[in-house]
């Protein structure tokens, strides 16, 4: 059964989907943005300060749920340059320890908002 997980620790929806949802196992991550809680916008912030804002998106987001980051199966990154690769992957190293989970990192055509990533995570909490 799909149950939405929402917290205030990340940036609300601001559409038609929710931040993260569940079946008491999976937990799945809308897209997070370099958007903070209070809705300041990084978008002239450097990847590296991006990502790290995404990826404390998520987690903030799993924490609601009990999760943590060794929960995480599977990360996907969107980038709007793949020449940011490096920054990016240098700054989100930091938040995986020894046992990091699979990955995708993509360019795509164009982000939301002037953004240069967008990162989407799973994780297994059963």
Do not use: H
Not at 78 to 97: R, V
């Amino acid at each position: 059964m799909k149950r939405i997980i929402n917290t205030d620790d990340a940036p609300a929806a601001v559409g038609a989907y929710s931040q993260a949802t569940t079946n008491g196992s999976l937990i799945f991550t809308a897209g997070q943005v370099p958007l903070t809680p209070d809705g300041d916008l990084l978008t002239d912030a450097s990847v590296a300060d991006q990502t790290a804002r995404a990826l404390d998106n998520v987690m903030a987001i799993l924490d609601a749920e009990g999760a943590e980051a060794s929960d995480v199966l599977k990360v996907t990154v969107f980038l709007a340059d793949a020449d940011d690769f490096d920054e990016m992957n240098e700054t989100y190293a930091t938040y995986f320890d020894d046992e990091p989970p699979a990955r995708s990192a993509v360019e795509v055509g164009d982000l939301p908002l002037d953004i240069d990533i967008e990162i989407e995570a799973v994780a297994d909490v059963s």
